[in-house]
């Protein structure tokens, strides 16, 4: 199966490179702000606390690397802006005003751009949000992960339940009108009730779109290490799979569209910027570790801060690793990535896209999945309700 794939992709691998560059036109805008005022236990996200005297370099150094690539490419025009982190709320509203000043004279945006900020609530005042809001970003993500006092402690969150709900309360009287919460479950100590009563009191605000995610254990976290001393219980995989079962039921019956496996929407409040990774779209990352993808090219810049910043000052490149894709890992990636979302894949526009036959190629894979009842349809591949929670275990079958 394998060499019939590649024989057939090394055919197409003209055709995919030609369709990518009549859809890069358009492309998402990452701007990674690594910084934390405190390393929560379990991130293993590339953050770092304690480098408050990093910010405006860092900007600076943001700044380059951005008129650098505007400069190297014909590429202009922005779909959406997320700044990630880090807690980039950490940031005085000043260097945000000078990052967007940039983007807008780089770039081509339009008045409908999704502009996304994440924030924890310790971080925010009204002050902040309201200036945040009148630089035009108009998507918040608000990092609640509990609304449990007792397990926010073993998470390492600076913040109380009472200060995530005021937070929220904070932005919509700054003026935002679509706010995302992200919620956690399978922490340690975490119950059906436990649950229960933080998606009960984040649902009575009313947010626009939810996220909830599994804790996944990253080795070199604190949390990972207290589970393996013993001192935390270790995560329960039948239970979290009923947490998330239940979240899914909660959600639905107060109206929320599952729109992928771990997010959730009121209508028309779908996050853009990620349907465009999910739709394996191409990409800008600015920033210390962030990535980039552009038609059959990835590449990521260094992750330290100090070293991300004295790169772009010398050269006006912080650029770290770089892979050239084969036709075989964009198809691969469009499809496990494209199965994320519950619509599944068109396969009928798969195979236009990449000229091919794709329920020919992966004839066995699909039929074992569906035998399984992990996937299901004919014309639009998608994950059942069982697919969703064992995904790694489909995803597996195209990589």
């Known amino acids: 199966m394998t060499s019939d794939i590649r024989h057939t992709t090394s055919d197409i691998r003209h055709t995919t490179s030609d369709i990518r560059h009549k859809t890069s036109d358009r492309f ?16 293993d996200f590339n953050s770092y606390a304690g480098l408050d005297r990093l910010h405006s370099k860092y900007v600076d150094a943001l700044i380059i690397e951005m008129e650098k690539f505007c400069q190297d490419s014909e590429v202009r025009k922005v779909s959406s802006i997320y700044f990630g982190g880090g807690t980039p709320t950490t940031l005085e509203e000043a260097l945000f005003e000078k990052i967007l000043n940039s983007c807008y004279k780089c770039f081509e945006i339009d008045d409908s751009c999704e502009i996304t900020i994440e924030a924890n609530p310790e971080t925010l005042t009204f002050t902040q949000l309201k200036n945040l809001r009148n630089l035009e970003i108009n998507r918040l993500s608000l990092g609640f992960q509990s609304l449990d006092t007792r397990l926010l402690p073993v998470l390492g969150r600076r913040h109380t339940a009472q200060k995530a709900l005021q937070s929220f309360d904070l932005a919509k009287l700054a003026g935002f009108k679509n706010i995302n919460l992200d919620l956690m479950y399978g922490i340690p100590g975490q119950d059906i009730i436990s649950w229960d009563s933080t998606l009960k009191n984040a649902l009575r605000l009313k947010p626009q779109h939810i996220s909830i995610y599994a804790l996944t254990l990253d080795p070199d976290t604190h949390i990972a290490r207290r589970i393996n001393k013993k001192e935390l219980p270790a995560i329960n995989d039948d239970l979290q799979a009923e947490l998330f079962n239940y979240a899914c ?28 990774y999910w739709k394996n779209g191409n990409y800008l990352g600015l920033g210390a570790g962030a990535h980039s993808h552009f038609t059959d090219i990835r590449y990521s810049n ?8 004295d790169k ?14 084969t036709s075989e890992q964009i198809l691969s990636e469009t499809v496990f990535l494209g199965l994320r979302m519950m619509e599944g894949i068109d396969l009928r526009s798969l195979d236009r896209q990449f000229n091919l036959s794709f329920s020919e190629l992966y004839a066995s894979e699909i039929q074992e999945l569906k035998s399984n009842g992990l996937v299901e349809g004919q014309e639009q591949l998608r994950l059942t309700p069982k697919g969703v929670l064992l995904s790694n275990e489909v995803f597996s079958k195209f990589v």
């Open 302 to 309: 260094v992750k330290a801060p100090k070293a991300y910043i």
């Open 312 to 325: 772009i000052n010398l050269k006006g490149s912080a650029r770290d690793k770089e892979e050239k894709l």
């Open 249 to 276: 039921e909660v959600l639905r019956l107060c109206d929320y569209t599952h729109y992928e496996i771990s997010n959730f929407t009121q209508p028309g409040y779908e996050c853009r910027h990620n349907i465009l």
């Open 28 to 43: 998402g805008l990452y701007i990674h702000i690594p910084f934390c005022k405190q390393k929560c236990f379990y991130c």
